[in-house]
């Protein structure tokens, strides 16, 4: 039996209305089902990748309670510092466990401001008896703290050359919260505070140099094996960024702009090009040509800057007459220069400071001279290694000694 024309025509209209109306109800549902997922998604990997980032944060993520700090306590009262960190660290180098971290931090009183930078004051501080220094940033400045503290915390960058972190913490006082990094107290200051108050003869400004080279060399050099160090640029070099301990060595500090490098051959994090003090910028950094994918171009740019700072130095050292301490480029760029004027004076003239006259009598100064000339070489591959720049001051400084020896010897005889 055949169905009549009318009877079809009914059939699929009933059928194709019946369709539009299951397909008007699911696909706004698959549609919803869909934004849901994908909302749930999203927010997800944006947690996920937050919490990754700041994986090593030191106190947000543990329970506030179970982070009562132990009470410190020394017999006859003192604490001593040096010797709470030896027995801490257990030769890591990587710092006080946190919670020792906190207990310090919170025995720490602030005594007077000592001097300010980018994010903060810094302050002297006491604990037990003994000095500290105080770096306290604000909460704005939470992610350089941050960053500055998961650099010192890198296990084996603990070195006599390099500033020795105690503690972070972050602390209430009530109406803000503060974030405090807690250091070794350096009474001399900066090597920029400290040359323009002294003079150096031959042996202190090896003394000086010797040891600014040797934190640089332990910081750019990678230690391999489970209890290794990565590579480290510092990327702020500059003599404000020195110390001066009180046997007339240096501590390289401020390490809150320093990048790693990882296994994998890149860099710990998107490194924004130009950062640092534009005074002490290479110039392949000026005029933006760095390949900053590569970590050997991190480490040329510093060495630059570690040219001026030796440029500084021997200009304080008598051997070569009497200047008054001035920072590189004085004579070339105003106090507070643009990243125009230096890179006209660093990029286009290619002028570097000036190489007095005197010092091509002292041979100390002529190698001290050789050495920061190739090390502020225009060409970042032509410099030499901070290795290669250590082992040259070495022998210097050891045949310096030498010849001092046998003229006093002689002298004496
Ligand atoms: P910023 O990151 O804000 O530049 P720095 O760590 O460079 O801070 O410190 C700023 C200044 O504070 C230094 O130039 C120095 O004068 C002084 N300073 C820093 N750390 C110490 C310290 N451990 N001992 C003595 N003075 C210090
Ligand atoms: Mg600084």
Redesign the pocket.
Known sequence: MRSSPSTKATGSSWDNTSEMLLLRITVPIVIIILFIVTTVLVYEKCRGSKRRQFKAKPFDEIDEHLLEPPELSFPGGGGDLKQLLETSTSGSGSGLPLLVQRSVARQVTLDQS?????????W?GRWHGED??V?IFSTRDER?WFR?VEIYQTVMLRHENI?GFIAADNKDNGTWTQLW?I????????L??YLQRTTVDVRGMYRLALSIVTGLAHLHMEIVGTQGKPAIAHR?LKS??I?VKSNGTC?I??L?LAVRHMPDDSVDMAPNSRVGTKRYMAPEVLDETMNTSQFESFKRADVYALGLVLWEVARRCTAGGLHEYQPPYHDLVPSDPSLEEMRKVVCVDRQRPSIPNQWHSSEALRVMSKVMKECWYHSPAARLTVLRVKKTLCSSAVADDAKMMTSAASSQG
Not at 114 to 122: A, E, I, L, M, S
């Open positions: 000592v001097g300010k930078g980018r994010y903060g004051d810094v002297r500290v220094a770096k350089s500055e500033l990094l250091m070794d107290y350096h009474r001399h200051g900066s920029f505070d702020d404000k960024n110390l501590a500090a401020d809150g």
